[in-house]
């Protein structure tokens, strides 16, 4: 199991960054796939996720701001952060999810290595 995120870094507010991670095949290819992340004192928390057929949903605090997107060749799925703000802040994962009945969403795996995102204001 490899969930390995990349592409993190110092950005002022209003820049942009783009994450990477690799996830090993068995585990990207009919999956959800999901970012998250975690302020430090906060618990984690998803931002966003893309379904095998690339259709998208947001939490409402990166809507507008954020894309996520993946690329099945490669196993790998994207986050293009837009418009940064200080509170985004965290150090982001990805994950293969679950959505349950209830509209839930779970992480299935042991979390990888994150990649630290710092937006100074």
């Known amino acids: 199991v490899q969930l390995q995120a990349s592409g993190g870094g110092l950005v002022q507010a209003g820049g942009s960054l783009r994450l990477s991670c690799a996830a090993s095949?068995?585990?990207?290819?009919?999956?959800?796939m999901g970012w998250y992340r975690q302020a430090p004192g906060n618990q984690r928390e998803l931002v966003a996720y893309i379904s095998s057929d690339n259709s998208t949903n947001y939490l409402d605090f990166v809507k507008g701001r954020f894309t996520i997107s993946r690329d099945n060749a490669k196993n790998t799925v994207y986050l293009q952060m837009n418009s940064l703000k200080p509170e985004d802040t965290a150090v982001y994962y990805c994950?293969?999810?679950?959505?349950?009945?209830?509209?839930?969403?779970?992480?299935?795996?042991?979390w990888g290595q994150g990649t630290q995102v710092t937006v100074s204001s």
């Open positions: 095949g068995n585990i990207f290819s009919a999956n959800v």
């Open positions: 994950n293969a999810v679950k959505i349950r009945s209830g509209g839930s969403v779970n992480a299935l795996y042991v």
